[in-house]
């Protein structure tokens, strides 16, 4: 199949056209920046990628990979896919652990590892530890650390988010990117969206409940002066805000692209 055409048909799908070039990297072999000169793939392959994409699966869990942060990230139907929008999260406790040497950072609902790996690439005198309930999703976690060099400061625990205390150490920043959807939410999704992890997506008590499980227990997590920054979702800035206040933070929100809050910053004084 020509590639001109394969790119056509991820088009007629409404799929960005930048996921239809890392098949054909992934297909041939080549890298991203060469697919485009590609002249033709094997029909088999083609189609059958099509197939798939046409029954809904998507691309990344095709190729097995997802950029982010400037890195590329082993994925696979074990763990949410990396959005652009969660970079925010990591951009935000980069900001955190300016000016705090060795800084500790504990990512609560790792998944991928993909924000703990990326604050850690970007920041060599940090280490952390990514805490997920799925052993398949810390196998993948495990896999990207070893792939990026930085296995030997990040270490995984299998445990539920939302009940996880105090492994003895305090850290300095909390991460998390945790389920917020609720079900009606979610029922209304992209089909694609609903072949990812419904665990990684989906949370009771209007989609608050890892916010706050875990805002409440933060005083056994970290040190007496640290900042917890969550991904939340779009309805969410005003309950999530209140949640934190609760316990005593600040609160700060930053937003997207699309103008809308997505990053919540708590700091704690004391």
Known sequence: MRTGDFIGRIRDM?????????????????????AKAAPCLPDGEAADVLSRLSSGEPAAYITGRREFYGREFYVDKSVLIPRV??????????????????????????????????????????????????????NMAEKNSKSLGIAGRASFIEADAASFSWDGSDYDIITCNPPYLTEEEYALTDARVRREPKIALVAGEGGLFFYKKILRNISLLCKKKCRAVFE??????????????????????????????????CEFQS
């Open 85 to 138: 929008e969660t970079e925010i999260l990591v951009g935000e406790a980069l900001s955190a652990a300016r000016g705090v040497k060795g800084a500790r950072v504990l990512d609560l609902c790792t998944g991928s590892g993909c924000i703990l790996l990326s604050v850690l690439a970007e920041r060599p005198d940090m280490t952390g530890t990514g805490v997920d309930i799925s052993r398949a999703a810390l």
């Open 14 to 34: 409404g799929l960005p056209v930048s996921d239809g070039y890392d098949i054909v990297s992934r297909i041939l072999g080549v890298p991203y920046a060469l």
């Open 232 to 265: 939340i979702g779009w309805t969410q800035s005003r309950s999530a805000a209140a949640l934190a206040r609760e316990v005593g933070a600040s609160v700060r929100f930053v937003r997207d692209l699309a103008g809308t809050d997505r990053v919540m910053v």
